[in-house]
Each structure stands twice: as C-alpha cells, then as structure tokens.
C-alpha cells in the first residue's frame, strides 16, 4: 500500500526556513515523480514543485530561487527546503504521487509565516 507522509511544518517568521520531509513506503521514492503542493484557506492547491524519478527537478516562478526540492533514497524520503519565507507561503504543504493510475496524497503539515 502506498503511503506518503509529511512532517517538519510550523511557526516561522518571515524571512526563516524551514524543511519539509515527505517520507514514503509502499514505493520507492526515486521510482516516481514525488511533488509537493500547497493549499491556502479560501484558495485552490497549486503545484510547489516536484522531483522526477531521473532526478529532474521543476519549480513554480512563486518559490524558484527560494525552494529545494531533493530527494534521499536510501530513506525513501523527499524533502522540500524552503528559505527566505514570505507570509504569502503559508499554507498546508501536501506530497502527490502517482503509482498505477492512482493519486496518492499525504495528510498534510501546515506551515504558518507570521511575525
């Protein structure tokens, strides 16, 4: 069964970093393109960015520059390092995988900039 799950969500200030993990099990990590999405109260959930199974990485014109998505296989983990944030990013931080024609979603970690 695939499962996906994210951690390392918080309270940052604006200008502070923080990384998100998205630990997988069910399927390996660098077999798949893993991405992370964002939602915000009242908005739909856009694409944040995403890392392919031959290492290729894509990211949205809001976070370049400012986020890292990388991946470590021997932990089946994808990580998204998010530096200089901006009230603008909080949201609740989703990972996606596909696998056989299905969606997988993880629960979530909010991640709240706020002075």
């Known amino acids: 069964q695939v499962k996906l799950v994210e951690s390392g969500g918080g309270l940052v200030q604006p200008g502070g970093s923080l990384r998100l993990s998205c630990a997988a099990s069910g399927i390996s990590s660098r077999d798949h393109t893993i991405g992370w999405f964002r939602q915000a109260p009242g908005k739909e959930r856009e694409g944040v960015s995403c890392?392919?199974?031959?290492?290729?990485?894509y990211y949205d014109d809001s976070v370049k520059g400012r986020f890292t998505i990388s991946r470590d296989a021997a932990k089946n983990t994808v990580y998204l390092q998010m530096n200089s944030l901006k009230h603008d990013d909080t949201a609740t931080y989703y990972c996606?995988?596909?696998?056989?024609?299905?969606?997988?979603w993880g629960q979530g970690t909010q991640v709240t900039v706020s002075s």
């Open positions: 996606k995988t596909d696998y056989q024609g299905t969606s997988y």
């Open positions: 890392i392919t199974d031959t290492g290729l990485t």
